[in-house]
């Protein structure tokens, strides 16, 4: 890191890193303890992962109590940034014994792939604490942002957090349920969410249907605020259907994809070979962490389909040659789909759009692809005589005037 080398994918990273660097504000130190020695405000942003159980992991979070306690400067405020469970402020403060240091809690609303721009353009930056005077400390070090900015206690601001992520995941599993709903009816779900969109009361955003929310924060914060409302003898019923629905949509699509591309025999998949477009859990990460399609693709595998899959974020050089167990990474979009009884495209990769359908067309054993983002422009793959199952709208399976029909089974 000290000679600017950033190990993962993320959009203006490399730059910012670099320019740190450059000015002597940045610097890598080896230890939390050399880190913190001289400051003013310590953040701390290490990881608080789902352990096998389902509990939250804060090992790393006590560990850096642990490992700082004797190291920190006098009157230093002590800022977390990871998204942790509500009353953990206050449980850090009596872990850190140090009266002369002030424990503050700001979440990080980023979204990966985006981050540099989410952190540099804030809908809002939350800062809670039980000293007024340690908020607005870490408050005036945003002062530079044309942000809203928030005081709250340190309760409020580890729940709005939560709150945030919950609804967010709740939103997209009601979008998923819509779009369930618009194939069995005959509706189309982009005209539905375009028109929804446009109510400010709902909001544009959020709204893409797809094979199901993942990635490193949703799955793992929505499980933590259930175990949270059961501590506190709650049953959020709203937010358990929300998880429940997207399990619900990994199965919907694996269904789907045996169904378009499978066989009719009773075990559809056994032996079918499956190009893949992307496994990111969206596009413009390199992240895996559970993310939809790898946990689609790992079930397709285990009913016998063969995955032959292209990510831009992943090359086999620079990964195992199995990121995925059971999934063959290849460097080319058209050599996963070579030879193959349908493809499917996971992630909304942009470059995706531009891929040469024709010569996609000529590759391809049965011209047949199911596109669980809505990604694609379906009138470019009919001219290219490429059968299109979307997610929530109907297939478009005509052959473009004057063509034969690429008959889907
Ligand atoms: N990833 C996101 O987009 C995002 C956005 C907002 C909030 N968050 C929250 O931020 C936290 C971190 O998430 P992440 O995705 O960056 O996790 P991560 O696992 O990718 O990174 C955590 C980092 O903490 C380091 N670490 C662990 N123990 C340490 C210690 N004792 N001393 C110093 N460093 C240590 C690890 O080496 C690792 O680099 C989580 O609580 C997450 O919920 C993440
Ligand atoms: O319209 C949409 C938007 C998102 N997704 C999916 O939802 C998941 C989460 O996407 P996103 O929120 O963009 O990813 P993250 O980078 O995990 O960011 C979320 O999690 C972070 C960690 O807590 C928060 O800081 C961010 O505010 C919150 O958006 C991914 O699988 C997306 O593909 C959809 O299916 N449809």
Known sequence: MSRGEVTIREESLPELVRAGLDSGLLTFVLGAGEAVREADTVFSCVGTPMSQ??????????????????????????????????????????????????????????????????????????????????????????????????????????????????????????V???????????????????ALGKDHRIGGAFLRPGPGWGGSCLPKDTRAMLRAAESADIDFRMLRAAIDVNVHQRERITDKIARVCGTDSA??????????????????????????????AQELSRLGAELVAYDPALSTGSHPPEPVPGV???????QAAKGAAGLVLFTEWPEFRDLDWGRMAAVLDRAVIVDTR????????????IAWHGVGVRPVVHPAPGLPSPEPR
């Open 267 to 296: 075990a559809p998949l056994d032996g079918v070979r499956l190009g893949v477009l992307g496994l990111t859990f969206k596009a413009g990460t390199d992240d895996l962490r559970d993310s939809p399609a790898t946990a689609i």
């Open 328 to 334: 063959t990474i290849v460097d080319d979009p058209y």
């Open 374 to 385: 809505n990604h694609l422009d379906p009138e470019a793959l009919r001219t290219a005589r």
């Open 176 to 194: 998923n349920v819509i779009a369930e709903l618009c194939e069995r009816v005959g509706a189309d779900i982009g005209q539905v969410t375009t």
């Open 53 to 174: 159980d389902g509990d939250l992991d804060m090992t790393a979070v006590d560990a850096v109590i642990d490992e700082i306690r004797d190291r920190l400067r006098p009157g230093c405020v002590l800022v977390t940034k990871s998204t942790v469970p509500v009353g953990t402020a206050a449980r850090l403060t009596r872990r850190l014994g140090r009266p002369d240091v002030q424990v503050a809690s700001n979440p990080e609303f980023l979204r990966e792939g985006t981050s540099v721009h989410d952190f540099l353009h804030p809908d809002r930056v939350v800062v809670g604490a039980e000293s007024r005077e340690a908020a607005e400390h870490v408050a005036a070090l945003y002062a530079k942002l044309d942000a809203p900015m928030m005081i709250t206690d340190a309760a409020s601001a580890e729940l709005i957090k939560y709150a945030a992520n919950c609804f967010l995941a709740v939103k997209l599993s009601y």
